[in-house]
């Protein structure tokens, strides 16, 4: 099994970022997804979260109205796009498979599967 996160990146305040995650060996249709992240000295924490087959999503109330969490079942990836970011959005971006239907699903101990995360800085 590989969960593979990318897009992050170096971004000013107030710019947009896309991650993407690769999913491979599960039957991605399956899976709640989900993005965490964890900045420095800090737990890592539940960002965004969508059902099996996309028509649920829940957001940490930090990112509502300013990020969107997808999915492409056919292609075994979802996304999380982010815009009007801030310093505070400075972290690493975990991609996260859950077998568990419910949403959300915001402890750390209900997925199955993680990526290794992406680097997302926010300068201001």
């Known amino acids: 099994v590989q969960v593979v996160e990318s897009g992050g990146g170096l971004v000013q305040a107030g710019g947009s970022l896309r991650l993407s995650c690769a999913a491979s060996?599960?039957?991605?249709?399956?899976?709640?997804m989900s993005w965490f992240r964890q900045a420095p000295g800090k737990e890592r924490e539940f960002v965004a979260t969508?059902?099996?087959?996309?028509?649920?999503?829940d957001y940490a109330d930090s990112v509502k109205g300013r990020f969107t969490i997808s999915r492409d079942n056919a292609e075994r990836a979802a996304y999380l796009q982010m815009n009007s970011l801030k310093p505070e959005d400075t972290a690493v971006y975990y991609c996260a498979a859950s077998l568990r239907a419910t949403i959300p699903q915001k402890a750390t101990t209900s997925y199955n599967y993680w990526g290794q995360g992406t680097q997302v800085t926010v300068s201001s």
């Open positions: 060996g599960i039957t991605f249709s399956l899976y709640t």
């Open positions: 969508i059902g099996k087959s996309g028509d649920s999503t």
